[in-house]
């Protein structure tokens, strides 16, 4: 159960929870920020018409061009939620790429194409819809609709799982806290294993350059890192001592390889061949992203470099593999061949 305390005067004021005034404003919020949800995707539809009849709440998309359903459980009772949104799920699956075109840009009144890589900075797949997964969201959920949700999940590698929502109150202050009924990387992963073939043994990592990550300070102190909170730092935990990594920079593609020497840690306790990292030059000083919550902190992750380039060599191909997540592992064999070649890695046996 989450719980939530305010602090006043070095005081633990415990805050109320508390039902949303109106559901329908959890679905404003999330149609113009899915990133409430945890997802890094662009909504491309809303009050979507299926053939049957119904209407989905929100239709977005991956930076893979995957389809996710993400649907309100509103006054319908948990069961009820469960059924309607495998039966828009089994409606999605056919929607062919012209179709999505057509429906995504009636409803962002601009073009798809432009919208995606404003939104990813990168260019659209060719194919869209080549999978698709469902978020329930909920203020609760009963045991049996929660064991159904699990089954589908865990036992059928069905990509399904649900957000919920709480709203807690202190002081005339109110809270909204997300959290997911199941670990949303499992999901992914067992929804991938029953599409996407075996993996490859390597890692993709996002390096995430820009404001406060600088890929001169991650060449030269040997490190990959992530922060702004836990949906995101918790991914770099997928790596281990020992793994191999393959470095995206989004928008340009793959700009290094290297293996993993220590795990995820806060930024601030990583030590470098020269002392803590903290302590060293850095060509991005806003990386230390002094003044934020604690739990907004960067982490990082040690790498022992093999090969890099900078980013205006970095080596991309059309239909290359590329994901919006952190860490996730590399699959798609076309692209292994790509880096294996391009940096000069030799194959694992």
């Known amino acids: 159960m989450t719980s939530l305390y305010a602090i006043a005067d070095g005081k633990l004021r415990p805050a109320v929870r508390r039902a949303l005034s109106k559901e329908s404003m959890i679905e404003d919020w999330v149609a113009a920020d899915p990133a409430l949800l945890g997802l890094d995707a662009l909504v491309i539809g809303r009050q979507v018409p299926t053939d049957h009849g119904k209407f989905i709440d929100l239709l977005a998309m991956d930076a893979t061009g995957g389809l996710v359903i993400i649907e309100l459980k509103k006054d319908r009772t948990p069961r ?3 059924a309607q949104v495998l039966d828009y799920a089994s409606w999605v699956r056919t929607l062919t790429t012209p179709e999505i075109y057509e429906r995504a840009e009636k409803y962002l009144g601009t073009r798809l194409v432009t919208a ?4 990813f900075g990168e260019g659209i797949p060719e194919r869209l819809n080549a999978s698709h997964s469902m978020l329930i969201v909920a203020s609760e959920l009963d045991p049996a609709s929660r064991r159904i949700v699990e089954y589908l999940s865990e036992e059928h590698g069905v990509a399904i799982n649900t957000v919920f929502f709480n709203v807690f109150e202190a002081d005339g202050r109110e809270w909204l806290t997300t959290d997911f009924l199941l670990d949303q990387e499992a999901v992914e992963e067992r929804s991938e294993r029953k599409v996407r073939a075996p993996w490859s043994g390597y890692f993709f990592v996002n390096a995430g ?4 990550r600088s890929w ?3 060449r030269r ?5 992530a922060g702004g909170g836990e949906f995101y730092t ?3 935990q997928q790596l281990s001592v020992g793994d191999e990594v393959f470095v995206y920079n989004k928008g340009n593609g793959y700009i290094g390889h290297g293996v993993v020497t220590s795990e995820a840690v806060p930024a601030s306790e990583f030590m470098t061949a020269d002392g803590p990292l903290f302590d060293q030059p850095l ?3 806003r990386f230390k992203r002094a003044g934020e919550p604690a739990e907004q902190a960067e982490h990082a992750v040690g790498i022992e470099w093999r090969k890099t380039v900078e980013i205006n060599q970095a080596k991309w191909f059309k239909g290359g593999f ?3 997540n952190i860490v996730c592992k590399l699959r798609d064999e076309a692209t292994v061949d790509f880096l294996l070649a391009e940096f000069g890695v030799e194959k694992r046996a």
């Open 80 to 82: 009820e939620i469960v």
């Open 116 to 119: 995606f890589r404003e939104r």
């Open 209 to 212: 350059l820009g404001e406060h």
């Open 216 to 218: 001169t300070d991650m």
């Open 221 to 225: 102190y040997g490190f990959v890192s």
């Open 234 to 236: 918790k991914r770099l």
């Open 283 to 285: 060509a991005e000083p």
């Open 322 to 324: 590329a994901n919006q």
